[in-house]
């Protein structure tokens, strides 16, 4: 739309018509086209003030309130400095223009775009008294306040990019009007009569924001009206649900300012009232008010993390004052509803940490009933309702919590011994026939077997008997699952324990062929394959032909997969080779086979995925058999690798795959995958298939372009490009990758849409300057890679962004490493050559797009990046690094300062190691953010 006349104010208010009223769904996607468009335009601001102005309806008011705020808070640099006063004043008046009738979400949108301009004008000194002057009447109060509101929330968006100058600007301006915004609540809570509720909502949410932000200072809590309101609120059990869900926040951030005060003081006043509403508490749970609940609950648990540190620090024989609070969370556990302890966890997770750190043994004891006690609690929590009929499926919610109670368990346990809690639910295990109650036990046995020491005899044995004594038939299914999970994770255990090998193979083979537990049974048979593969090779037969039975097993993909790592992982302790090849070549042929099959009967147009016509199902089995399968196996002739003859004559079979399957990148990945646990199981001695397989990546990836190619390249280098015989034809590989990566990464948003395609490539090009760095240093395309990877150095995306930076420290690095090499000189000079020639616009690059785009996670790459630069030439480096910083846009709320941009560049040039580099640009970044 840039660079059109401006549309008419009719022509924008019969789009939004549409976008909201028409029944066309073309017509409505039209107009949503158009007006996205529209938005983006410079027109938006006139016409959104026209809008706002004429009233029409209410959706082009939302529209355009909604159109300002974005246009603030993204484009507002469109706007002359000249013109900031009048679209104050204009907005300013569209919020004195709202009534009682003014739709919520109109005054919100309206609020919002004033707050984002307050944050955005440094011109406009004391906005905040202003506003209060200005918008000081009843009619306009509620406005006033969430103005006020938003305010301190807005001031951390990362949307604005305020700068840290800006950000620290507001909070001493707020911290000024603190005083005069007290006034105002507590005038607003003695004067309000109509429309009582809202106010006073809006009053502690107001107060709440401030409070959070740390313009308020903490001392005066115990003065305020809006404190003492919100108590009021919390300590009556009549108090309307939106209200007491403010009063809760209210508190909560209040005692999150409390974790970063010191005044023992105030910390025990505030303590006391949060222990008295567990008054409350239990009338909200007599009336079954679980919203309430759930606000007292976080009150409490919010209360235990501000103190944790303080708890946990005082000595064992002076426990700090508000250790009590621990059991009235524990309290709120035992609420029937499993939301509740749910609010909890990450106190526990807290406290589990600071145990583990502090590895004292008295600080443990005093924890450990509450341990107890929770653990307990969970294990009620997990019961399924007695009714059910099935097992749970993993996507319920309840599926879900049970999965976070068992990791706070393993992470909690170490407080209790697994051995006491396998004790406790032994206990419920005795004391009960209800099969809910069994399962919850058995589940929370499973979360902490793994922890239990392989030589316990007490109370593993009595329960592991009573697991396997458990009948195939008249036990509900959810009970033979968990047991059967269990079985698994007590492996360790068994494969200690040998002489219950063979009754645990039993009960796990006649759990295969049990369509509801036969997943469960093929984790369980992998994780003992696993554990206990010495005892496991003299029943490797029964393991083979439950192999050759797997895809008649009512079995997942993952599952069936495992039970193929299980067999692997016991063909590599084998120690005789006729028996090891023997068993190995039967357990691939029967991957090899079934894809063969597949192919011949060029059924790839009908797949289905995880059935037996994918074949992902075999590629993937296959791909554990070549990674699990160990180089260090035993054999007395280690060479050749025992696999090497299997992979030989599986090799015309994945060839063909990738043919037949070239249109399906999915399966071409899984392909390439396959392709490459093989090379990596033979290392240099599959050498007989790589000239064949570097040709065909060549053919396929100039037709297809998947990225995978480029990954199962990177592979073959890493393998080969130490032998002096392949070098050559791995750089003419790479070479000839080049046309067909260039080509898909210059079309418009080729980088931002192809983020795999630049990861793998950069990471091949990586490996051979890490394996052969002498001849890929004097190949010809080198310096159109470099230009390559100065445009992708913007890019937001992990994996990419890390492969680029690590290919360029990798480059200036190696002018550095291996000084005894005898080419190192040689290298030196080449790698000072690109230094001289592209330096300057890579220290530019990285600088620019580290502080003005890319995420916070890519400035340790990028730091190791500028540091090995300055480490070649640290005058040179210092004068690009100044060039770059003068570059940076002077637009901003607050310029940054001089002194600022000092502080960075001798930060930068000082630096010891590369960490220092990439915290200083994390720093030095939030003053643009």
Same mark, same amino acid.
């Given at each position: 739309?840039?660079?059109?006349?401006?549309?008419?104010?009719? %022509?924008?208010?019969?789009?939004?018509?549409?976008?909201?009223?028409?029944?066309?769904?073309?017509?409505?996607?039209?107009?949503?086209?158009?007006?996205?468009?529209?938005?983006?335009?410079?027109?938006?601001?006139?016409?959104?003030?026209?809008?706002?102005?004429?009233? &029409?309806?209410?959706?082009?008011?939302?529209?355009?309130?909604?159109?300002?705020?974005?246009?603030?808070?993204?484009?507002?640099?469109?706007?002359?400095?000249?013109?900031?006063?009048?679209?104050?004043?204009?907005?300013?008046?569209?919020?004195?223009?709202?009534?009682?009738?003014?739709?919520?979400?109109?005054?919100?949108?309206?609020?919002?775009?004033?707050?984002?301009?307050?944050? &955005?004008?440094?011109?406009?000194?004391?906005?905040?008294?202003?506003?209060?002057?200005?918008?000081?009447?009843?009619?306009?109060?509620?406005?006033?306040?969430?103005? &006020?509101?938003?305010?301190?929330?807005?001031?951390?968006?990362?949307?604005?990019?305020?700068?840290?100058?800006?950000?620290?600007?507001?909070?001493?301006?707020?911290?000024?009007?603190?005083?005069?915004?007290?006034?105002?609540?507590?005038?607003?809570?003695?004067?309000?009569?109509?429309?009582?509720?809202?106010?006073?909502?809006?009053?502690?949410?107001?107060?709440?924001?401030?409070?959070? &932000?740390?313009?308020?200072?903490?001392?005066?809590?115990?003065?305020?009206?809006?404190?003492?309101?919100?108590?009021?609120? !919390?300590?009556?059990?009549?108090?309307?649900?939106?209200?007491?869900?403010?009063?809760?926040?209210?508190?909560?951030?209040?005692?999150?300012?409390?974790?970063?005060?010191?005044?023992?003081?105030?910390?025990?006043?505030?303590?006391?009232?949060?222990?008295?509403?567990?008054?409350?508490?239990?009338?909200? /749970?007599?009336?079954?008010?679980?919203?309430?609940?759930?606000?007292?609950?976080?009150?409490?648990?919010?209360?235990?993390?501000?103190? %944790?540190?303080?708890?946990?620090?005082?000595?064992?024989?002076?426990?700090?004052?508000?250790?009590?609070?621990?059991?009235? /969370?524990?309290?709120?556990?035992?609420?029937?509803?499993?939301?509740?302890?749910?609010?909890?966890?990450?106190?526990?997770?807290?406290?589990?940490?600071?145990?583990?750190?502090?590895?004292?043994?008295?600080?443990?004891?005093?924890?450990?009933?509450?341990?107890?006690?929770?653990?307990?609690?969970?294990?009620?929590?997990?019961?399924?309702?007695?009714?059910?009929?099935?097992?749970?499926?993993?996507?319920?919610?309840? *599926?879900?919590?049970?999965?976070?109670?068992?990791?706070?368990?393993?992470?909690?346990?170490?407080?209790?011994?697994?051995?006491?809690?396998?004790?406790?639910?032994?206990?419920?295990?005795?004391?009960?026939?209800?099969?809910?109650?069994?399962?919850?036990?058995?589940?929370?046995?499973?979360?902490?077997?793994?922890?239990?020491?392989?030589?316990?005899?007490?109370?593993?044995?009595?329960?592991?008997?009573?697991?396997?004594?458990?009948?195939?038939?008249?036990?509900?299914?959810?009970?033979?699952?968990?047991?059967?999970?269990?079985?698994?994770?007590?492996?360790?255990?068994?494969?200690?324990?040998?002489?219950?090998?063979?009754?645990?193979?039993?009960? !796990?083979?006649?759990?295969?062929?049990?369509?509801?537990?036969?997943?469960?049974?093929?984790?369980?048979?992998?994780?003992?394959?696993?554990?206990?593969?010495?005892?496991?090779?003299?029943?490797?037969?029964?393991?083979?032909?439950?192999?050759?039975?797997?895809?008649?097993?009512?079995?997942?993909?993952?599952?069936?997969?495992?039970?193929?790592?299980?067999?692997?992982?016991?063909?590599?302790?084998?120690?005789?080779?006729?028996?090891?090849?023997?068993?190995?070549?039967?357990?691939?042929?029967?991957?090899?086979?079934?894809?063969?099959?597949?192919?011949?009967?060029?059924?790839?147009?009908?797949?289905?995925?995880?059935?037996?016509?994918?074949?992902?199902?075999?590629?993937?089995?296959?791909?554990?058999?070549?990674?699990?399968?160990?180089?260090?196996?035993?054999?007395?002739?280690?060479?050749?690798?025992?696999?090497?003859?299997?992979?030989?004559?599986?090799?015309?079979?994945?060839?063909?795959?990738?043919?037949?399957?070239?249109?399906?990148?999915?399966?071409?990945?899984?392909?390439?995958?396959?392709?490459?646990?093989?090379?990596?199981?033979?290392?240099?001695?599959?050498?007989?298939?790589?000239?064949?397989?570097?040709?065909?990546?060549?053919?396929?990836?100039?037709?297809?372009?998947? *990225?995978?190619?480029?990954?199962?390249?990177?592979?073959?280098?890493?393998?080969?490009?130490?032998?002096?015989?392949?070098?050559?034809?791995?750089?003419?590989?790479?070479?000839?990758?080049?046309?067909?990566?260039?080509?898909?990464?210059?079309?418009?948003?080729? %980088?931002?849409?192809?983020?795999?395609?630049?990861?793998?490539?950069?990471? %091949?090009?990586?490996?051979?300057?890490?394996?052969?760095?002498?001849?890929?240093?004097?190949?010809?395309?080198?310096?159109?890679?470099?230009?390559?990877?100065?445009?992708?150095?913007?890019?937001?995306?992990?994996?990419?962004?890390?492969? /680029?930076?690590?290919?360029?420290?990798?480059?200036?690095?190696?002018?550095?490493?291996?000084?005894?090499?005898?080419?190192?000189?040689?290298?030196?000079?080449?790698?000072?050559?690109?230094?001289?020639?592209?330096?300057?616009?890579?220290?530019?690059?990285?600088?620019?797009?580290?502080?003005?785009?890319?995420?916070?996670?890519?400035?340790?790459?990028?730091?190791?990046?500028?540091?090995?630069?300055?480490?070649?030439?640290?005058?040179?480096?210092?004068?690009?690094?100044?060039?770059?910083?003068?570059?940076?846009?002077?637009?901003?709320?607050?310029?940054?300062?001089?002194?600022?941009?000092?502080?960075?560049?001798?930060?930068?040039?000082?630096?010891?190691?590369?960490?220092?580099?990439?915290?200083?640009?994390?720093?030095?970044?939030?003053?643009?953010?």
């Amino acid at each position: 739309m840039e660079g059109a006349p401006a549309p008419s104010l009719e %022509l924008v208010a019969k789009a939004i018509t549409s976008l909201y009223n028409s029944p066309d769904c073309t017509e409505k996607a039209d107009a949503s086209r158009w007006l996205n468009e529209y938005q983006k335009s410079v027109y938006a601001w006139t016409i959104s003030d026209q809008l706002l102005q004429q009233k &029409l309806n209410m959706e082009s008011c939302y529209f355009a309130a909604q159109t300002l705020r974005s246009k603030i808070q993204s484009s507002f640099h469109e706007l002359p400095m000249d013109v900031h006063e009048s679209l104050r004043n204009s907005l300013l008046e569209h919020l004195r223009a709202i009534t009682g009738s003014t739709d919520t979400a109109i005054r919100t949108q309206l609020c919002l775009a004033m707050a984002d301009l307050i944050l &955005l004008m440094p011109e406009w000194k004391n906005s905040v008294p202003e506003l209060m002057t200005k918008m000081n009447s009843m009619t306009t109060m509620l406005t006033l306040l969430e103005v &006020l509101m938003v305010l301190p929330e807005e001031v951390d968006s990362r949307h604005l990019r305020l700068g840290a100058n800006r950000r620290q600007e507001v909070k001493d301006e707020l911290k000024k009007s603190s005083d005069a915004l007290s006034q105002l609540l507590d005038s607003c809570l003695s004067n309000a009569t109509d429309n009582q509720l809202h106010i006073q909502n809006m009053v502690i949410k107001c107060y709440s924001s401030w409070l959070i &932000l740390g313009v308020l200072p903490v001392n005066s809590v115990t003065t305020s009206g809006v404190i003492h309101l919100a108590v009021s609120v !919390l300590s009556h059990h009549a108090s309307p649900a939106s209200l007491h869900e403010s009063a809760s926040d209210c508190i909560i951030n209040l005692l999150t300012r409390l974790e970063k005060e010191n005044n023992e003081a105030l910390e025990r006043q505030i303590f006391d009232t949060v222990i008295r509403f567990e008054t409350s508490y239990h009338v909200a /749970v007599s009336e079954e008010d679980l919203d309430k609940c759930l606000n007292y609950c976080r009150i409490f648990t919010e209360t235990g993390e501000s103190f %944790l540190t303080r708890m946990v620090a005082s000595p064992p024989s002076s426990p700090h004052f508000s250790i009590p609070v621990l059991d009235t /969370v524990l309290l709120c556990c035992t609420h029937p509803d499993y939301e509740m302890p749910d609010v909890t966890f990450n106190l526990w997770y807290r406290l589990s940490e600071e145990l583990y750190s502090r590895n004292d043994d008295n600080l443990i004891e005093i924890f450990k009933p509450y341990i107890v006690k929770l653990i307990l609690c969970l294990s009620r929590h997990c019961q399924m309702e007695p009714d059910m009929v099935s097992v749970l499926s993993d996507d319920e919610d309840f *599926s879900e919590f049970r999965s976070r109670v068992s990791d706070l368990i393993k992470d909690c346990v170490f407080i209790v011994g697994s051995s006491a809690v396998f004790i406790h639910m032994h206990q419920q295990l005795k004391a009960t026939s209800q099969w809910e109650q069994i399962e919850a036990a058995l589940f929370i046995m499973q979360a902490v077997a793994r922890n239990i020491h392989p030589d316990e005899l007490e109370i593993v044995p009595p329960v592991l008997q009573q697991v396997l004594a458990m009948p195939a038939t008249g036990l509900h299914q959810a009970v033979r699952v968990t047991a059967t999970r269990l079985i698994g994770e007590l492996g360790e255990w068994i494969s200690r324990h040998s002489d219950t090998l063979e009754a645990v193979l039993g009960h !796990l083979l006649q759990g295969l062929q049990d369509p509801v537990v036969a997943s469960e049974a093929a984790n369980s048979l992998q994780s003992i394959c696993s554990q206990c593969k010495e005892q496991m090779t003299q029943h490797f037969g029964g393991l083979l032909q439950i192999l050759e039975q797997l895809d008649k097993f009512n079995l997942k993909a993952e599952p069936a997969k495992g039970l193929v790592k299980g067999a692997a992982l016991i063909l590599s302790i084998m120690k005789e080779k006729e028996q090891l090849d023997a068993a190995l070549r039967k357990v691939c042929e029967l991957q090899v086979n079934p894809l063969n099959q597949l192919m011949e009967s060029g059924s790839q147009a009908k797949i289905v995925r995880n059935t037996p016509g994918d074949p992902v199902l075999y590629l993937d089995r296959l791909s554990d058999v070549f990674r699990y399968v160990s180089p260090s196996n035993g054999c007395r002739v280690p060479t050749p690798h025992p696999c090497k003859g299997v992979i030989e004559s599986s090799w015309p079979v994945l060839s063909r795959a990738c043919d037949v399957y070239v249109d399906d990148e999915r399966i071409t990945e899984r392909v390439c995958r396959t392709i490459r646990f093989a090379i990596r199981c033979l290392g240099v001695q599959s050498s007989g298939i790589l000239s064949d397989l570097v040709q065909q990546l060549i053919r396929l990836y100039t037709s297809h372009k998947h *990225s995978c190619y480029l990954y199962l390249g990177s592979i073959l280098v890493d393998e080969f490009a130490c032998e002096d015989g392949c070098v050559q034809g791995l750089l003419n590989m790479v070479k000839s990758f080049i046309a067909p990566t260039y080509c898909l990464l210059e079309r418009e948003n080729g %980088l931002r849409d192809n983020p795999g395609t630049v990861d793998d490539f950069f990471r %091949l090009n990586n490996r051979f300057l890490q394996r052969a760095p002498m001849p890929y240093l004097q190949t010809e395309f080198l310096k159109s890679v470099i230009e390559c990877g100065l445009m992708s150095a913007n890019l937001d995306h992990r994996d990419a962004n890390a492969s /680029v930076m690590k290919y360029f420290e990798t480059l200036f690095k190696s002018a550095h490493t291996r000084p005894d090499l005898q080419d190192f000189q040689i290298r030196q000079h080449l790698v000072g050559n690109l230094y001289k020639e592209f330096g300057s616009r890579l220290v530019e690059t990285l600088i620019t797009s580290a502080v003005l785009n890319l995420p916070y996670y890519t400035y340790s790459d990028i730091g190791d990046v500028l540091y090995y630069l300055s480490e070649l030439d640290k005058v040179t480096f210092c004068g690009w690094l100044e060039g770059a910083l003068q570059k940076l846009p002077a637009k901003g709320t607050v310029a940054v300062t001089g002194a600022q941009l000092e502080e960075f560049h001798q930060g930068v040039a000082k630096a010891e190691d590369p960490g220092d580099v990439a915290h200083r640009l994390r720093e030095f970044a939030r003053l643009w953010r």
